[in-house]
């Protein structure tokens, strides 16, 4: 599917920012690990969600949902499915569940499609094997399926992961750890970046009565064996990154507009978005579950490291180019592995509006510049989709996305709602 932006539209009025996907699936996971049932409220329906449902069913849960409600009884072993588990393009889902595997009796494939056959697996693999674990990349170069030959246990002992590449590794080590034979220690050998997505996977465990302790800097840490995951009740809060969008959407078109169900605090990277863009000149009203921001005096630019929350670079990206001076990102070198090579393809399609973008090594410079309409290119990236098209919002023209259907992979209304704040986005 592709969508039509016009340019030029003032913006106004409120929207529900979509449940986090990220708490969403390990909500998910811990729950599978569960006996007994645990609610889960306010789920979503993004296809990052549906894809932790349907392999976690595939292991062996039980799962009613809805976009609102999950109701889940876990198992107390995963079992061994006879087909391939399809985590879809859901890097993710394929990180987490891979250590949990290794707790069936029997051999599992773990596959999936798109751009997530060309995701790094390798560091995880060489983590489960320093823990015992039978398993192996079936890619090329340490990429996907991955093929895990589980004995029914996890004798556990010390691994070492990068810490720059993916925090997902941490995290799926994480979920494992507690039923594994010994204590496990995690060594982080480079310095882990995306701290706050371990943070949320913690705060998840914790809920589920799991213990986990680390050094203050996330270098270690160590996960007594034995734990039992308790059931719960989670209530998903509203996704930051996916509020970013809508926020920077009122700030190009020089518009006021609130974002309603986010509250500040939480383990959310992409909280900080708020704060770069209050730096940034914009207005900004915090209440309690809301966030109203709109444009006042101009934009300015910023310099901002991205290492802790690299999702915010398409949007802030786009948002640079309305900035006046050179705004700098630093920290975007691992954003070549996700879902596209999202520093090139974010600076490639803004270039064609009339941006003007560097990008030397680790680091991004925009000069903010006039953009016109363009035909723009998703890479099948849901955020380079929706930075897209916050950008063709402040551009003169048209601008046609192409390829727009990506944003259900995390906000699947997005268009929806840039229509209720007074966008003109047509389907094409």
Known sequence: MD?????GAELSGEVLAPPSKSYAQRALLAASLSQGKTVINNLGSSLDVMAMINVCRA?????????????VHGFERPKAPRKPVNCIESAATMRFVTPIASLSRG???IDGVGS????????????????????????????????????????GGRCEVPGHVSSQFVSGLLFAAPKAEQNVVIEATTPLESKPYVKMTIEVL????????SDEQMWSFEVPCGQVYRPTIHRVPGDFSSAAFMMAAALVTKSRVTVKGLRRGGNQADEVFVDVIREMGAWVREEEEAIEVGYENGLKAIS???????DTVPILAALACFAKGETEISGIGRLSLKESDRPRAIATELSKMGAKILIEGDTMRIRG??????????YGDHRIAMACAVAALGAEGVSRVIGADAVNKSYPSFFEDLNKLGAEVIAW
């Not at 969508?3 to 340019?7: K, N, T």
């Not at 192996?136 to 246990?153: A, N």
């Open 3 to 7: 969508m039509l932006i016009y340019g």
């Open 59 to 71: 292991l062996g849960a039980h799962i009613e949902s809805s976009d609102k409600r999950a109701v």
């Open 107 to 109: 051999r599992v494939v």
């Open 116 to 155: 997530l056959l060309r995701r790094p697996m390798q560091p995880l693999i060489d983590a489960l094997r320093k823990l015992g674990v039978r398993c192996r990349c079936l890619g090329d170069g340490g990429t996907p399926p991955i093929e895990v030959r589980g004995r029914g246990r996890l004798p």
């Open 206 to 213: 914790r809920l589920h009565r799991v213990e986990v302790f």
């Open 304 to 310: 901002f490291d991205a290492s802790d929350a690299p």
């Open 369 to 378: 510049s006039k953009l016109r309409g363009a035909p723009l290119y998703s």
